[in-house]
Nanobody, 120 residues
Framework: QLQLVESGGGLVQAGGSLRLSCAAS????????MDWFRQAPGKEREFVAA????????SYADSVKGRFTISRDNTKNTVYLQMNSLKPEDTAVYYC?????????????WGQGTQVTVSS
């Protein structure tokens, strides 16, 4: 088992920044690629960003490219999502998820989510 706990969400004005964290415990964190997803009210859950097991490769949704940065610290068993230039349309519950490799669409573990609200 891998337990994932997100934190760092909150209310921020448009143009502001937030850094989300996803802390992992249990099995070997570095064995998993990590993704961030988000789900806005009434919408499907959507991919935001992904990072490979050692952090050498990243991938982003077009909607966040250039504004968000995913990173990880395997010594702290934590993955981060730095969100800059936030827009109201970034408002959603953000989830982290663990996958066997960065291209995988099979996610073995999910966190409970953290709310991000961007006011205009």
């Amino acid at each position: 088992q891998l337990q994932l706990v997100e934190s760092g969400g909150g209310l921020v004005q448009a143009g502001g920044s937030l850094r989300l964290s996803c802390a992992a415990s249990g099995r070997t964190f570095s064995s998993y690629a990590m993704d961030w997803f988000r789900q806005a009210p009434g919408k499907e859950r959507e991919f935001v960003a992904a990072i490979s097991r050692r952090g050498g490769r990243t991938s982003y949704a077009d909607s966040v490219k250039g504004r968000f940065t995913i990173s990880r610290d395997n010594t702290k068993n934590t993955v981060y999502l730095q969100m800059n230039s936030l827009k109201p349309e970034d408002t959603a519950v953000y989830y982290c998820a663990a996958a066997p490799y960065i291209e995988s669409t099979s996610f073995h573990y999910w966190g409970q989510g953290t709310q991000v609200t961007v006011s205009s």
